[in-house]
Nanobody, 124 residues
Framework: QVQLVESGGGLVQAGGSLRLACQAS????????MGWFRQAPGKEREFVAA????????EYEDSVKGRFTISRDNAKTTAYLQMNSLKSEDAGVYYC?????????????????WGQGTQVTVSS
């Protein structure tokens, strides 16, 4: 069955780094665009970053540009989110998601498969 399993979350000091991984199985990963979303307590889930399967184009939410990098390894069916210079406002549950659209979408409704999430906590 389809699975997306996130890992790499944890507690980090402000200014620190984390690398999230999303291991995919049960579908054709190489033809799915991958996205990362996050949700802080009491807030709606928001787009963080995405990478297109067809063009390799990456998009980022404005507040993470220059600090976060999304990547993918099709051979390992894994997507990554490298997060540097973390801030308290980056804290939340991070979810990876997959969609088979050729173009990138910032809308969660476009994504077909979702992981269970991994918690990121940033201490100041």
């Amino acid at each position: 069955q389809v699975q997306l399993v996130e890992s790499g979350g944890g507690l980090v000091q402000a200014g620190g780094s984390l690398r999230l991984a999303c291991q995919a199985s049960g579908f054709a990963f190489s033809v799915y665009s991958m996205g990362w979303f996050r949700q802080a307590p009491g807030k709606e889930r928001e787009f963080v970053a995405a990478i297109s399967w067809s063009t390799g184009v990456r998009e980022y939410e404005d507040s993470v540009k220059g600090r976060f990098t999304i990547s993918r390894d099709n051979a390992k069916t894994t997507a990554y989110l490298q997060m540097n210079s973390l801030k308290s406002e980056d804290a939340g549950v991070y979810y990876c998601a997959a969609d088979n659209l050729g173009s990138i979408s910032r809308s969660s409704r476009a994504y077909e498969y979702w992981g269970q999430g991994t918690q990121v906590t940033v201490s100041s």
